[in-house]
């Protein structure tokens, strides 16, 4: 049996469907999916298993120059 196993890193702006594609993706809903912008604030992990593959999907926040919220607690 010949068995594979990779990544993939869901990037882009935000709302444009990432989370929505990687709740399609994996069959689960495992992101919120909401109108609002940067909902999604930290990474996300979802995985696809099968008997000769298996693929873990990266769910990341929108790409913004300023964010609306302080993640950093300094």
Do not use: W
Request: with cysteine; aromatic share 8%; charged share 15%.
């Amino acid at each position: 049996m010949n068995h594979k196993a990779g990544y993939v890193n869901i990037i882009g702006l935000p709302n444009v469907g990432k989370s929505t594609l990687m709740n399609e993706l994996v069959g689960e809903r495992m992101s919120i999916i909401s109108p609002k912008a940067q909902t999604t604030r930290h990474r996300i992990l979802g995985m696809v298993n099968a008997d000769d593959y298996q693929i873990v999907f990266s769910d990341t926040p929108g790409y913004i120059n300023q964010p609306a919220y302080n993640f950093c607690n300094r």
